[in-house]
């Protein structure tokens, strides 16, 4: 079963905008991670935050994490047609929970307009 | 460095048929991580296999099934194929001892079940 849920399911953007996804899980993680993925292809990794930390950025990205809320949120700044693709986030579980395996959201799917 | 690769690309099979699937980890990754995606049930944990030994186990019936070898590649096998295995089958690998680092994936394998 799905760790928990991202929303929205769906975004339509113009090119330039900034797109916001966000992500809500349900148990105690190590940490979380975001995959984008093209079209019935492969993932492709996008951000690792660790549990301890609350914001990360690389390039137009920015994670934030709030353990208490159990939740995450993805930033895409100054979007382009080439971000079109379905984001996923990923929680992996904390040790004390047995599992090692990552865990993904439903995703979202970001459509941007040239 | 090489990524992962996963054969076939795509496998058309008949009901009750059963099908193996390969996936060649990056070099000097030992942790490798099966996933189902399906459009109803999005992304789903299959096992992992860390050194030829399964670490973890996803709820999945006992018709799917895999095994790691000494060079780290991985195949998983599905046995009396059914129409709801139709899928797109993604193997993951990530390095370090824990394995609690960022997945690379595959393109994966869309298996069909007619």
């Known amino acids: 079963s799905q760790q928990g849920e991202e929303d929205p399911q769906a975004l339509s953007i113009q090119e330039g905008e900034n797109a916001t996804m966000n992500c809500s899980y349900k148990?105690?993680?190590?940490?979380l991670q975001w995959y984008r993925q093209n079209s019935g292809r492969g993932l492709v990794h996008l951000i690792l935050i660790r549990s301890n930390e609350r914001e990360k950025h690389s390039g137009r990205l920015r994670v934030t994490l709030d353990t208490s809320k159990k939740s995450s949120s993805l930033l895409i700044t100054a979007s382009r047609a080439a971000d079109t693709a379905s984001y996923f986030c990923a929680t992996d579980e904390a040790w004390d929970t047995g599992r090692r395996a990552l865990t993904f959201g439903s995703g979202t799917r970001l459509q941007v307009q040239p | 460095k090489a990524g992962v690769t996963q054969t076939p690309r795509y496998l058309i099979k008949t009901r009750g048929q059963q099908v193996t699937l390969s996936c060649s980890p990056i070099?000097?990754?030992?942790?490798v991580s099966w996933y189902q995606q399906t459009p109803g049930q999005g992304l789903q944990f299959l096992f992992e296999y860390f050194s030829e030994t399964q670490r973890n186990k996803g709820n999945f019936p006992g018709r799917f099934s895999g095994r790691q070898f000494s060079n780290s590649r991985s195949e998983m096998n599905v046995s009396t194929l059914e129409l709801g295995d139709s899928a797109l089958y993604l193997c993951?690998?990530?390095?370090?001892?824990?394995?609690?680092?960022?997945?690379?994936f595959g393109q994966g394998t869309r298996l069909t079940v007619v």
């Open positions: 993951a690998s990530s390095g370090g001892l824990t394995g609690r680092t960022e997945a690379f």
């Open positions: 148990t105690s993680i190590n940490n």
């Open positions: 070099s000097g990754h030992r942790s």
